[in-house]
């Protein structure tokens, strides 16, 4: 990238999105569009197995045939599917066995992220954390200790390697190829992303977190991650997302797949911070994204919380289907949008087993002239006997240009199970701010005190670090926001 | 130069005049009541020294230590040390009391340049004022005024204002809505707080509260300005002949 540009971000960067710096790495990526002959190349350059090349393979020829979604509540000009990089990895990164061996480059770009990359900074043992830039995963930290417990953590690429068995089984398994026109161009293009097995009565003693950053230029992100929790299991994961301030839009397309079984526990955490574009919507990511688990076993319990507080457009419905009697699914989140951000989330509880109960709990907050609905879908099969689900939506406005939706759909097939759904829609008033700044608080301030009194119920499910992260990262994504 | 002083002021709503040529000057350690029929302009009064936006000046200035504050924005005046207790606090869904009074009490150290306090610090500050106050624990891990009775906003706002020690406190209605042994418990936590730099202005209907907290001057206010002031004889005797007299003067 040419110096001036590079001091153009560092600019621009510097002012308001503390994440928007970009690094300059040599890239080795794959020629620009896409065709069956670049997927042959990923694949190639994955030394992926046959199997997994028919994966793509299908998975492409099945995305030629479909159109992209338009349903959702959002506006963007056409993609141009074709002037899209689908593959870029770091150039001095052929599969780095220790840290020594990373670009120093990229270790400081890690460093000013934050990301505890370094074990010896890391003796604690809170969290363990696998970083992926652009399209490959960088490193693995803590990979041994865990090890020790027969938890795997890795790259998913490496997983395709090492465990083919248990990638090629649950692959697909949960969101299959053909499920949606993003989702079936990640399986056609995915570049890395996580996998994580918990084995049977294993319960992990540190969060497993990944760090996903965008950092070339003109690269779409199609991280696939696979997370499966054996009976008796417990793990809590966590996930962040930056990408530098760019003047055009970045396609982020994840999967995300999650297994659980009998008893086991899988608590999924996103803290979503991708560059949200600047104040006239110029730049941003797409944030277009399926993420679904099934709770296959009896007693599972699958609980996503989400703090959505960046990307231009959002487009995310993090899901649980509730197969196994008993099961629990749970969604806590918090979607923010600020200027001209849009978001469309929410989520799905498909309820199949008996006794399953499921929670949701959405927090929108619309300032600027954002626009933000929570789209949801309850459904209670037939052999849902006895089945519960609790719904509640608030929206929070701030200022009179934003607009908040709320959308639920409800399907009862069973007549013994219950559906119960509340909505709220509220404003932050003239007076609040002038109680708050009459006792010294300035209207920045309070309007942040007041946003996360509002979502206090879904930070509560966030893990700690990431609770203090996230209610900073909110008052930062408010600010200059106003209620006049 | 007087410490406090509000001269020939014009204010109101977008389309209302209320105040209407107010004047009213305040010394160092003095307590003031403003006392006067119900819509002559008392609130409206306290918001517009606290500078809340609904109002607008169109003429006549306020002077607090030497500065004109009315450009000021209503946080800068709170730092200044110019308290008001609300006559009807407003709720905030899902931030404690506790952490309100956090977000209070750092913000104002923050303008003294001063840092944050520590939360062991803070936690033993506010404990030992709500105590005085009758205030339970439970009650500061409530939202604020979320669901709080009358007598509990109250006994918040004076906790507040015990916690801000402000230089100027402005109390509209503070003994609205108390029983009588809540009305004790605050007039005795304004009176602690009385000093000889501690000023007050209290805004009432009654001389209830007069009578558990003296006045060094009372003022009649009708239709936007003050009509009569002596000392607290004056609120006894309103007591007995009600402000007809000043009605219809």
């Avoid at chain 1, 519960?388 to 069973?414: E, H, R």
């Avoid at chain 2, 931030?95 to 520590?118: C, G, H, W």
């Avoid at chain 2, 669901?147 to 402000?166: C, D, N, V, W, Y």
Wanted: hydrophobic share 40%; charged share 20%; with cysteine.
């Amino acid at each position: 990238m040419p110096e001036n540009l590079n001091a153009k971000l560092k600019n621009l960067t510097e002012n308001t999105y503390k994440y928007g710096f970009s690094i300059n790495l040599e890239n080795d990526s794959a020629p620009i569009g896409i065709n069956e002959n670049i997927i042959k190349l990923i694949s190639n350059k994955k030394n992926e197995p046959l199997w997994l090349l028919d994966f793509r393979l299908k998975a492409f020829r099945h995305w030629k045939s479909l159109k992209e979604p338009h349903w959702a509540k959002v506006t963007y000009p056409n993609i141009d599917y074709q002037k899209i990089y689908y593959y870029s990895a770091p150039k001095n990164l052929k599969s780095p066995k220790k840290l020594q061996d990373l670009d120093p480059e990229l270790l400081k770009m890690y460093d000013k992220l934050g990301v505890p990359l370094h074990e010896r900074e890391n003796l604690a043992g809170i969290t363990a954390v696998d970083a992926v830039l652009d399209s490959v995963s960088v490193t693995t930290t803590f990979k041994e200790n865990l090890a020790k417990l027969g938890i795997i953590f890795c790259s998913i690429s490496e997983a395709v390697q090492k465990y083919p068995d248990l990638v090629k089984k649950y692959l697909g398994s949960v969101v299959p190829y053909t499920d949606n026109f993003f989702a079936c161009l990640n399986s056609a293009v995915f570049s890395d992303g996580s996998f994580v097995y918990i084995p049977k009565g294993v319960r992990s003693p540190i969060e497993l977190s990944t760090y996903f950053r965008i950092n070339a230029i003109n690269t779409g992100q199609f991280e696939r991650t696979l997370i499966i929790a054996d009976d008796d299991s417990y793990v809590s994961y966590l996930e962040g997302c930056t990408a530098p301030q760019r003047d055009e839009n970045q396609l982020h397309a994840a999967v995300v797949e999650i297994v659980v079984m009998n008893n086991a526990e899988v608590k999924y955490s996103t803290v979503q911070n991708w560059f949200p574009g600047d104040k006239n919507g110029i730049g941003g990511i797409y944030n277009f994204v399926t993420k679904r688990g099934s709770c296959i076993g009896e007693k599972s319990k699958l609980s996503w919380t989400q703090v959505e507080t960046g990307s231009a457009i959002t487009w995310k419905y993090p899901s649980c289907i509730l197969k196994g009697k008993n099961s629990v699914g749970e969604f806590f989140s918090v979607a923010l949008t600020n200027n001209l951000q849009q978001a469309d989330t929410g989520t799905k509880m498909i309820h199949i087993g008996e006794n399953s109960s499921s929670t949701i709990i959405a927090k929108s907050i619309s300032a600027g002239k954002s626009l933000s609905a929570y789209r949801g879908m309850v459904k209670m099969s037939p052999q849902a006997i006895n089945a519960q689900n609790f719904s509640k939506c608030d929206n929070l406005l701030i200022g009179n240009k934003c607009s908040a939706y709320t959308i639920p759909v409800m399907q009862n097939l069973n007549n013994s199970a219950r559906i119960a759904h509340e909505a709220t829609t509220s404003k932050i008033s003239e007076e609040q701010l002038f109680y708050c700044q009459q006792r010294g608080i300035s209207a920045d301030d309070a309007i942040s005190l007041i946003v996360n009194g509002f979502c206090k119920e879904v930070m509560k499910h966030l893990p700690m670090e990431f609770a203090v992260e996230a209610s900073r990262l909110i008052s930062v994504s408010l600010e200059g926001a106003s209620v006049g | 130069m007087p410490w406090f002083k509000i001269s020939n002021l014009f204010a109101g709503t977008e389309n209302k005049l209320i105040l209407s040529d107010f004047n009213l000057q305040i010394n160092p350690g003095e307590v003031h009541a403003i006392m006067g029929p119900n819509g002559t302009g008392k609130s409206s009064l306290a918001n517009v020294i606290a500078g809340n936006p609904k109002y607008s000046v169109s003429s006549g200035n306020i002077l607090f230590k030497n500065i004109d504050i009315l450009p000021l924005p209503p946080e800068q005046r709170a730092s200044m040390g110019i308290f008001l207790g609300f006559q009807n606090p407003i709720d905030i869904p899902g931030v404690s009391v506790m952490t309100f009074l956090k977000y209070a009490i750092n913000a104002q150290r923050a303008f003294n340049s001063l840092e944050p306090l520590d939360a062991p610090s803070l936690l033993k500050k506010v404990k030992i004022r709500a105590e005085a106050l009758g205030i339970p624990n439970e009650m500061l891990k409530r939202p604020l005024n979320v669901g709080f009775s009358g007598g509990e906003k109250k006994r918040i706002e004076t906790l507040q204002m015990a916690l801000l020690e402000p230089e100027l406190a402005i109390l509209d209605e503070m003994d609205s809505g108390l029983d009588i042994d809540a009305l004790k418990i605050v007039a005795n936590g304004i009176n602690v707080l009385k000093n000889n730099n501690r000023s007050f202005l209290l805004i009432t209907h009654y001389d209830r509260l007069l009578s558990y907290v003296k006045p060094n001057f009372v003022h009649i206010m009708v239709n936007g300005k003050i009509v009569r002031s002596g000392d607290e004889n004056l609120a006894k005797s309103l007591e007995k002949n009600g402000y007809t007299e000043f009605l219809n003067a």
